[in-house]
């Protein structure tokens, strides 16, 4: 049971370049999640998906874009890349049974954009 | 809307000496609580829940109590170990019929001496 795994670790990408982050899970959960995390800022949501085949936008999703390819793979796409998304990023999932739920984080995706 | 606010930091302690992180929280309903610890260079993984008022929450040493009454949810350990330092996380989440989107405060770093 690997719980949620994301790829690629690290990534350096240069200004305009594009990449997908790419995250699964294997509880079978419904829900699924992508962060980031700045010094001082603390977690941002930047895009979830309450169940497969629906996403919606979090705090932070200007110059983002997500897939929710089936119920295990949430992918997470950079189109054009910029200084400002060096960050730290984590995937993670949930199950919601009566408003309780906890989250699944991976190991996350350090992203330097030069 | 929902808000979780903690004590900044850093935490700095010696080995074996009590800790205390201050959690509130501002939110509808009836929300479920949580603490998450962040080691270095990994994602943050559950440390401990409570789901109703005046439950207990515990784990590893670390207890927190859900005080409605004070909106909050302080984070205990009698004796600290070098291993404990960390990113600690307080998070809620909505209540039956609520959103589907946590609520994470700013995380407290503790640095525990020996």
């Known amino acids: 049971n690997a719980g949620v795994t994301q790829t690629p670790k690290f990534q350096v990408l240069k200004t305009g370049q594009s990449m997908t982050l790419q995250c699964a899970q294997d509880?079978?959960?419904?829900?699924m999640y992508w962060y980031r995390q700045d010094p001082g800022m603390g977690l941002r949501l930047i895009y979830y998906s309450a169940s497969e085949g629906t996403t919606d936008k979090g705090e932070v999703p200007n110059g983002y874009n997500v897939s929710r390819l089936n119920k295990r793979e949430f992918s997470l796409r950079l189109e054009s890349a910029a200084p400002s998304q060096t960050s730290v990023y984590f995937c993670?999932?949930?199950?919601?049974?009566?408003?309780?739920?906890?989250?699944?984080f991976g190991p996350g995706t350090r992203l330097t954009v030069t | 809307g929902n808000s979780v606010t903690q004590m900044e930091g850093p935490v700095t302690l010696s080995e074996e000496a009590f800790l205390t992180i201050n959690c509130t929280y501002t939110a509808t309903g009836y929300p479920s609580l949580f603490w998450y610890v962040q080691y270095p260079g990994e994602g943050l993984q559950l440390l401990l829940k409570?789901?109703?008022?005046?439950d207990k929450g515990s784990n590893k040493g670390f207890e927190a109590t859900y005080r409605k009454e004070t909106t909050s949810f302080h984070l205990e350990k009698g004796s600290v170990q070098v291993s404990d330092s960390a990113v600690y996380f307080c998070?809620?989440?909505?209540?039956?019929?609520?959103?589907?989107?946590?609520?994470f405060g700013r995380g407290t770093s503790l640095i525990v001496h020996p």
């Open positions: 998070a809620l989440s909505p209540g039956s019929g609520g959103s589907y989107i946590p609520t």
């Open positions: 993670a999932s949930s199950e919601v049974s009566g408003g309780t739920y906890e989250q699944y």
């Open positions: 409570a789901t109703k008022a005046d």
């Open positions: 509880m079978n959960h419904n829900s």
